[in-house]
């Protein structure tokens, strides 16, 4: 009996856990997005995207991209195609920054964010996903 309530105690803790990490990767990826149609301090943004060459539509689509990511990340069963998005957006921009920006070394920041993406969006199994486990008595 007191293993049960030692189960529970730790399933609720990654529960809990796992919804931080969605929290604080779905505002970082909610507040980037914003940014690029230029709320906030999108200056920055704007100077990047103009280096890419592909026009502004392109960074508004990112915004787009970005944002629907982060709210769909906290919706538990779409949270695999918000990450899904967002690990797209993040190996786009690894790519930009290798061969469109010259600047190969901003490719980690990306490569940081797409493991906190698939840390966000690891989901806790149920009982009946578990496999058997041999219990001592």
């Known amino acids: 009996m007191a293993a049960d309530g030692v189960v529970s105690q730790s399933r609720a803790r990654f529960s809990l856990g ?4 969605r929290a604080a990767v ?3 990826f909610i507040s980037s997005g914003l940014e690029k149609f230029g709320i906030g301090s999108g200056e ?5 995207f103009a280096k890419i060459g592909l ?7 990112t915004g787009v991209l970005e944002v629907a990511g982060g709210l769909l ?3 538990p069963y779409a949270s695999k195609m918000g990450a899904g998005l ?3 957006c993040m190996a786009g921009a690894i790519v930009c920054h290798i061969f469109m920006l010259g600047d ?10 797409i493991v906190a993406i698939l840390a966000a969006a690891r989901q806790p199994r149920t009982d009946d ?3 058997t486990t041999l219990e001592l008595r």
């Open 26 to 28: 779905a505002i970082v």
């Open 129 to 131: 996903e578990k496999m």
């Open 104 to 113: 190969p070394f901003s490719s980690i920041i990306n490569a940081g964010l």
């Open 73 to 75: 990340l906290m919706i």
């Open 86 to 88: 967002l690990i797209l």
């Open 44 to 48: 920055e943004w704007v100077r990047i």
């Open 55 to 61: 026009g502004v539509w392109f960074r508004y689509f």
């Open 18 to 21: 796992i919804w931080l990490i």
